[in-house]
């Protein structure tokens, strides 16, 4: 299954409503679940970016229909980028000759 990496930053209500952060991950689990995918790791971060989230789903348009389900709560918005491993980049690569 294709992998995505999401950097997400917190909306001002996300701010406000900090301390149940945890128990929305779990939902967002939830809703990644529904669309076919896995949520394998999100983390915490300071800098720019404050959780970074690493997914599988099964196709871009589930990715895609997880980033607006995710952005459209209030509490954060995402930027996704989908990730290659060493096989599917070795895979990309061949195809060049």
Do not use: C, N
């Not at 909306?11 to 896995?38: C, F, I, M, N, P």
């Not at 789903?57 to 995402?78: I, N, W, Y």
């Amino acid at each position: 299954m294709p992998t995505y990496v999401s950097l997400a930053s917190f909306t001002e209500q996300g701010v406000k409503e900090y301390a149940q952060t945890a128990d929305r991950a779990e939902d967002t689990r939830q809703t990644a679940r529904q669309l076919g995918g896995e949520v394998r790791h999100t983390y915490w971060t300071l800098g720019q970016y404050d959780v970074v989230l690493v997914a599988d789903f099964p196709d871009d348009e589930a990715a895609t229909a997880f980033a607006l389900a995710v952005s459209s709560r209030g509490f954060l918005r995402t930027t996704t980028m989908r990730a290659f491993d060493d096989d599917e980049i070795r895979g990309v690569t061949g195809k060049l000759g």
